[in-house]
């Protein structure tokens, strides 16, 4: 008798434990699938890829089209994707063609995440010789689609400077200062530029 119940039950869980595999995979197929359907419905043959790698212009009358839902799908692949990158003191020196032996550390501060968006890390103004670059050291933050690194003034992008593309959403990196006056900037901030989120900052002092 009890032999028999205890059977049943390890019977009972095998069959809940498939169940909730099955369960599992479906939905994230369902996820998977998703994606691609509702980008499609914005623009026949429209993807993940060619939606990030858009000029801004296209990008920008896609975007005014897209339903939250779909916005939240494409935020969503993003964070599935972080990309990873590694650069030394040394390289972005060298680049300049400064003396590394003639590294100042200057202004920094620590990121934080912003609008749900999880990030650490420090941003640090490096002044080697006659120029500057900033650096993240120990950097991470959530990857989303198209993001950007700006310095600005108090933390808002619309009178900031643009330093181009964020080269990872994980690792060590540098970005050139060239011709930019550090008097006018105190936070570093990552911006995705199709949804216009903030994703995260480092105040500098």
Do not use: W
């Not at 670059?133 to 120990?138: A, E, K, N, T, V």
């Amino acid at each position: 008798m009890i032999r028999g119940v205890v059977i049943a039950i390890i019977i009972g869980v095998a069959i809940a434990g498939l169940y909730y595999t099955g369960a599992l995979q479906l939905g994230q197929k369902t996820v998977q699938e998703e994606l691609p359907r509702a980008l499609d419905q914005i623009q026949n043959g429209l993807t993940y890829d060619k939606f990030v790698n858009m000029v801004d212009s296209q990008r920008d009358s896609l975007v005014q089209k897209m339903p939250q839902k779909t916005i939240d799908l494409v935020l969503e692949e993003a964070r599935k994707l972080p990309t990873t990158v590694s650069e030394s003191i040394q390289d972005m020196a060298s680049k300049l063609g400064s003396d590394s032996q003639s590294i100042i550390y200057s202004k920094q501060g620590s990121f934080v995440g912003l609008e749900g968006n999880n990030a650490k890390g420090k941003a640090i103004i490096i002044s080697a010789g006659k120029v500057a670059f900033l650096r993240f050291q120990d950097f991470e933050v959530t990857n989303g689609p198209d993001l950007h690194v700006y310095m600005t003034s108090g933390g808002n992008i619309s009178t900031g400077m643009d330093l181009g593309k964020l080269k990872g959403s994980i690792g060590d990196q540098n970005y050139a200062l060239n011709g930019v006056d550090l008097k006018n900037y105190d936070t570093v901030v990552i911006y995705c530029q199709p949804f216009h989120i903030y994703f995260a900052q480092a105040k500098l002092s």
